[in-house]
C-alpha cells in the first residue's frame, strides 16, 4: 500500500467517525468544540514536543516541567498501516497505531522526547526501535507488584528521573510551585471528567455512549489541559440542563459496564455497535477511566518539591489500573463498587487482540460477576472492520438475554 492510500485511509476512519459522533449529537452545541479540537490534533505538528505513548505516565509532572504533553495512545487502524514494515502484524493494535502515528508520513518528530511507559513487551519493543533510530527517549518501567514495600519509592525516583529529562528538553526545572499547579490544573480537568460522566450517566437520549466515550478521549487530543476543562464544564452544565427538563426516552435500553481494553477515538465500532444492539453503557472500567480518579487534595499540594513528586508517584500507583501489574487488583475492585452501586445489567469484557493481560483477569472477574447474578459477554476483535456483522449478531443476542433477564425480575417482583 503506497503512502498516499494510508494516508486516504486514516482520514477516512478518522472523519467517518467524527462526522457520526456530529449526526447523532448535533444538537449539543457545546459538543462541537471537541469534534474540532479532534481534528485539529490529527494534523497538529509534533515538532519539539514531549510525546507521552500510551496513558500510564502522569502528565502533572510533564506540564510541570514546562511542556504541554502530546499523547499518542492508538486507537486508529488507519495509523497501523504505517507501521507495517517495522513490527509483526500480530503485535497489538495500540502498540501499532501508536507506531504508526509516529512514522506517520508528513509529521515530524524527529526533535520530539519521548515517554514511554513500558505496560507490555510490545511496547518494549517499540522503546528499542525508536532508541535504534536515534530518538530521544525516557522509559518509565512501572512495579509490577503493588504489594513491594518500596513500589511507590522505586517510581517516585523515576519520576525525578524523568523530570531532570524533560526539564533538559524544554529548558524549564521542575520546582515546587509549578509541580502544585500542574496537580491542581490536572485535579480540576480530572474532576470535571468525572461530573461529566456522572450528568451524562444514562442519558443516551441527550449524549450518546460513544460522544460520552470520546470527549474522554479528547484529553489526549487537546493543546491545552485548561481550555478543555472549561469546555468540558460548560458541555456538562448544557446536558444537566436538558436532563433537569426532559424525561429520559430511552431508559428501556438495558444498562450494561464496558470493561477491559479501552476503546480508543478513531475506531469506535463497539459503542457503535453496543448502542445499535439496544444497550447503553452506564460505565466503563478501563485504566483510561481509572485515572479520572487520581485527585489530589488541598494538603497534597503543600510541601517540597520532592514531597509532591513523591505524592504523585503515591497516588499514580494507587489508581493505576494499567496492564502493568502481575495482579491488576484497582481494576477488579472498581468493577466491583460500580456492581454494587447499582444499575448495571450486564457487562461488555472488551479485549484487544494481542493484549492478554486482560484475559488473565477476566477469571476473577467472572466468578465476582456471576455471585451477583451479573452476565459477562467476552468480546475479542482488533482494529479490523470485516468482523463487524459477526459482532452485531453476537451483541444483539446478548441484549436480548438482558432484556429476557429484566422481564423475569418483573414478573418475580409482581
Not at 509529521?107 to 535504534?132: E, G, Q, V
Not at 530521544?136 to 531532570?164: G, L, N, W
Not at 478521549?217 to 452544565?237: D, I, K, P, Q
Amino acid at each position: 500500500m503506497d503512502k498516499r492510500t494510508r494516508q486516504d485511509s486514516f482520514d477516512k476512519e478518522y472523519t467517518d467517525s467524527l462526522n457520526k459522533l456530529y449526526r447523532e449529537n448535533s444538537g449539543l452545541a457545546g459538543f462541537k468544540w471537541f469534534l474540532d479540537a479532534a481534528h485539529r490534533w490529527a494534523y497538529r505538528p509534533v515538532e519539539h514536543d514531549v510525546v507521552i505513548l500510551g496513558a500510564a505516565v502522569p502528565e502533572e509532572l510533564v506540564i510541570a516541567s514546562g511542556a504541554e504533553p502530546h499523547w499518542f495512545i492508538g486507537g486508529s487502524l488507519g495509523s497501523t498501516e504505517w507501521s507495517d514494515e517495522l513490527v509483526p502484524r500480530d503485535t497489538d493494535p495500540v502498540s501499532r497505531s501508536i507506531l504508526g502515528y509516529i512514522n506517520r508520513p508528513g509529521i515530524d518528530c524527529s526533535d520530539a522526547m519521548f515517554i514511554i511507559p513500558l505496560t507490555n513487551d510490545s511496547m518494549r519493543k517499540i522503546a528499542y526501535i525508536l532508541k535504534s533510530e536515534g530518538r530521544k527517549i525516557f522509559t518509565v518501567d512501572i512495579p509490577p507488584d503493588r504489594s513491594d514495600k518500596h513500589a511507590v519509592k522505586k517510581y517516585a525516583k523515576q519520576m525525578e528521573q524523568m523530570c531532570a529529562a524533560i526539564s533538559a528538553h524544554t529548558g524549564s526545572a521542575v520546582t515546587r510551585r509549578s509541580a502544585a499547579a500542574a496537580m491542581k490544573l490536572v485535579s480540576g480537568a480530572r474532576a470535571a471528567l468525572c461530573r461529566f460522566l456522572e450528568v451524562s450517566r444514562g442519558r443516551t437520549d441527550i449524549i450518546t455512549d460513544s460522544a460520552r466515550a470520546f470527549v474522554q478521549n479528547s484529553y489526549y487530543m487537546t493543546a491545552s489541559v485548561g481550555e478543555w476543562t472549561h469546555r468540558l464544564e460548560e458541555l456538562s452544565n448544557e446536558v444537566e440542563y436538558y436532563a433537569l427538563r426532559t424525561k429520559n426516552k430511552e431508559r428501556r435500553r438495558p444498562g450494561v459496564m464496558l470493561a477491559g481494553s479501552p476503546v480508543l477515538f478513531p475506531n469506535y465500532k463497539i459503542p457503535f455497535l453496543i448502542r445499535d444492539a439496544g444497550l447503553a453503557v452506564y460505565d466503563t472500567a478501563d485504566y483510561i477511566t481509572l485515572r479520572s480518579m487520581v485527585i489530589y487534595n488541598s494538603e497534597t499540594l503543600h510541601g517540597s518539591r520532592s514531597r509532591l513528586i513523591e505524592s504523585i508517584a503515591s497516588q499514580w500507583c494507587r489508581y493505576d489500573a494499567s496492564s502493568s501489574y502481575v495482579k491488576n487488583d484497582v481494576m477488579y475492585e472498581y468493577i466491583s463498587y460500580i456492581i454494587q452501586r447499582g444499575n448495571t445489567e450486564g457487562v461488555v469484557f472488551h479485549v484487544l487482540k494481542g493484549q492478554i493481560e486482560y484475559d488473565f483477569e477476566l477469571e476473577r472477574i467472572e466468578a465476582m460477576l456471576s455471585e451477583r447474578g451479573i452476565p459477562v459477554f467476552r468480546l475479542e476483535t482488533d482494529y479490523q472492520y470485516q468482523d463487524v456483522e459477526q459482532l452485531r449478531i453476537r451483541m444483539e443476542a446478548f441484549s436480548e438475554m438482558l432484556v429476557q433477564n429484566r422481564i423475569r425480575k418483573v414478573k418475580r417482583a409482581s
